[in-house]
């Protein structure tokens, strides 16, 4: 099942309903929980103190590593139920 991006703009959030506000703040704290929280853990257990000279792929083995660890971080932010995204959303969600 896959996650259904909404347009976050401030013109779109000014007319927007508030079901889809809603699902921008859902978006949105998904988003900052994957590139706060699940980012660095990805990119920390990615850093290998055994890399050598020999038997690694460079430079773009570690750029492709950096953008699948992005994705990763997206991927699990939007599907961890219950977790921090979830208590700050509803944090958020009262707020607003």
Aim: charged share 30%; no cysteine; glycine share 12%.
């Amino acid at each position: 099942m896959g996650v259904a991006e909404v347009q976050l703009s401030p013109a779109r959030v000014a007319t927007a309903s508030a079901e889809y506000r809603g699902r921008m703040l859902r978006q949105a704290v998904n988003e900052v929980v994957g590139s706060v929280f699940y980012g660095p853990m990805l990119e920390m257990a990615r850093e290998n103190p055994l890399k050598g000279r020999f038997g690694h792929g460079g430079r773009g083995e570690d750029i492709f590593g950096a953008q699948l660890d992005m994705e990763l971080a997206r991927r699990a932010s939007h599907r961890a139920d219950g977790g921090l995204a979830e208590t700050l959303f509803k944090r958020f969600e009262r707020k607003a």
